[in-house]
């Protein structure tokens, strides 16, 4: 089996409600933050049998196709070692 | 005219969705997401509500159910659809209409009546009203953020694609009128033929005075006199 672990976030040019309500309050408690984003995390694991190649080619549509919004978001990967 | 109603796991407005259409007096059926045809259907209905929880994006899952194939298969023929709330954001996630649907700015929940301009008044889903009308429908949604980049958004507005605006009691399209933070204050919006229609706030909640008000009605009453003419040309042929 091969894990990944896929991370989604909003595409900078996109505002993020979440990351500066998270920001402000952080400021509030005098951290020294400059800025936040809020995204999402997941970790997605393909079955037995699959070559490098196609196991790229799997995860990058899953991506692509369901896991981001390529509108408003970009994603990246890491697989476990 | 042939009215479809797509229940989702999650949706929560179909069943008022299928009171509207009877208190306009039109019959529609309910069909479930697992259905893989809507072959026969004029007018396809993806209602409000939660499909799928929102897990992952809102609309993301639904988007994948099979009768949505169906769907955009029904809506690239030039069949109607009409996407309310959950509706819209499914429809901008399976890419017939542009952009999306974010967070909220304020990031609340917002359950409230919300007065609307009308800016495309044209067949078939609002020609029955008048163009700068300005009408009040309730709007409920945590994510009706309308996100599109600088040439999307140019494209519909010199298109005439944007179909209602969020503006204030006066009709003024500004900061005070926009409840969500939309683009533009845009509300509701056509693809580029112009039969699939997706908006955030709910006319079928409000197309009778007891619970809402009327101002909902003039998207039924378009939708069925396009209908009849739909099939007057059939007719003919």
Redesign the interface.
Known sequence: MSKAFVQVT?KR???D??GS?VEKALRQMDYPVEAVRVGKYMEVTLRDGLDRAEREAALEEICRR??S?P??EEYTFSWEE | MKIGIVRFPGSNCETDCLEAWRVMGAAADMLWHQETSVRGYDLIVLPGGFSYGDY??TG?IAR?SPIMADVIRHAREGGLVWGICNGFQIL??CGLL???L??????SFICAPQFLRVEKAAPPFTGAYAPGQVICLPINHGEG?Y???AAGRRELEEEGRVVFRYVTAEGAADAAGNPN?SAGNIAGIVNRAGNVLGMMPHPERAVENLTGGEDGRGLFRSLLSAGRERHGHRDET
């Open positions: 909003l040019s996109i505002l409600p979440q309500a369901v896991l919004n509108v408003i | 992952l994006r993301a994948f901008t996630e542009p952009g999306a974010l967070r909220n700015a304020g990031l953020n996100c599109i980049d933070g």
